[in-house]
């Protein structure tokens, strides 16, 4: 037994559990050949003195050999390695084996266009940089008071949760506190049965305009717009009826004649930093929009994904707040927030509505990681996404400045833009002498992600424009990656 014993290696220094290697490794000596079926083995005390670990380990290790059957329990003598073993010798093919899996399915079926605003040629190393589109600085968020609610919570035997069927509108904890974090951030006055929770804003989307649309509907949608909101309506056969948008939000006068001219269901705004052009509705518009849904009796699908950054005013209340006599469905995320990796949206509308959105959400996805929005209702009722908010708002309102400050010194002529009052990005005009794909791929061979324009994300329009996100980066990593992008578009490429 001896020999087999030191046979076992132990890296305390690898990211594997001890208890694994331990196994792992009794596994391949068995492979091997090096013990035969039969052998009888330590004991755990024996193994836990002879490798000089915790019993606890030891017993960890035997359980894993056991599961997979490598080990059997002869009773009153102890364990040994089993006699029939699981898989001994791999398979072996006299003809050489086709995967079933190349690249086409047999069958046609539904394909989805693809499009990408990510660098192609030269991107051969790992940027040093990147220039989002707009995303938090996870370094500034509560992660390690959301990790910590969570792993708490993951140790509770909560079985009863995952009966099929129940929770699928999202943890009740979570329902509720956002009932009293909308309450207080944004003046909606809704109950916990006006909640869903989704796996992020675009799920939202998603079920909401399922819901509302069949194919040949028309729905308004601003001109450009967000990409992946398009495509969920196009997918769903809705036509798109592509309304202006300038500084002050969707035309409402074009929608207006818009809504003369076709029969329209639905209309998508993003009210706070228009997805890509980061311009806030006007309170006027916002009154115009409700009066002209109340006239052509169509909903509006108000995706608010960034409301909760705003550096010169308060921002305006949604179109959710006023009275729109069950019109509107709000859309929101946490993760614009806290952070993209907390994949946590939500859909405020009418308690019918809703039923139906928990019915076709459980289609998609039986239930959201309740472990994960208990946690965020835990973080939200201690008042730690409040003081997290405060402190982002501040360091986004400086990254804001700063970036808008380098450009103007740095890229004057090169890059246009306006100042937005919130957010987490601006929208940068590019001289058209600077093709923003060709600026992307240069810039990425020198160490900087950067997107490679709207035109990649599917719009219909060639503007030479991106959306910079200045949130994510630290005034000294912004100032680097600027450098790099000066670097690239000067001398002219
Ligand atoms: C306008 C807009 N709505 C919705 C989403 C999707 O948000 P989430 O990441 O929460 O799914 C995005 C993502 O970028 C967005 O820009």
Known sequence: M??????????????????????????NIIREGQIKPGTML???????????????????????????????VVPRKGARIAQNLPDLQPQRWNEPRLSSYGNMLAAPFYRIETHTNIPSGPVLRRPDFIIDEGYPDSRLAPLDLLNRAYRSRAKQNTVWKWMPGSLAGGSPLLRTALVGYLLESRGLDIQDHHTLITHGAQMSIYIAASLLLKPGDAVIVADPSYFLANKVFESLGARLVRVPVDGYGMDMDAVEQACKKNQINALYVIPHHHHPTTVTLSPERRMRLLELSRRFDFTIIEDDYDYEFHYNSAPFLPLASSQHDGRVIYIGSFSKSIAPSV???????????IRQAIQLRMMIDLRGDHILEDALAELIHNGDIGRYLKKANKAYFERRDHLCLVLETELKGIVDFDKPSGGMALWARFNKDYPLIRVADAAAAKGLLISRGFRNHGNL?????????????????????????????KPKI
């Open 2 to 27: 001896l020999p087999f014993i030191t046979l076992l290696s132990i890296d305390k220094t690898s990211n594997q559990p001890v208890y694994l290697q331990i196994a792992n490794n009794v596994v």
């Open 42 to 72: 330590p004991g755990t005390r024996e193994l836990a003195r002879l490798l000089n670990i915790h019993r606890k380990t030891a017993i960890a290790a035997y359980d894993e050999l056991y599961a997979q059957s490598w080990i059997e």
């Open 343 to 353: 994949r946590v949206g939500f859909m405020i509308a009418p308690a019918d509505f």
């Open 461 to 489: 329009r060639d503007d030479n424009s991106i959306r910079m996100g200045f949130a994510s980066l630290e005034i000294n990593e912004m100032n680097a990656a600027i450098e790099i992008l000066t670097g690239v578009l």
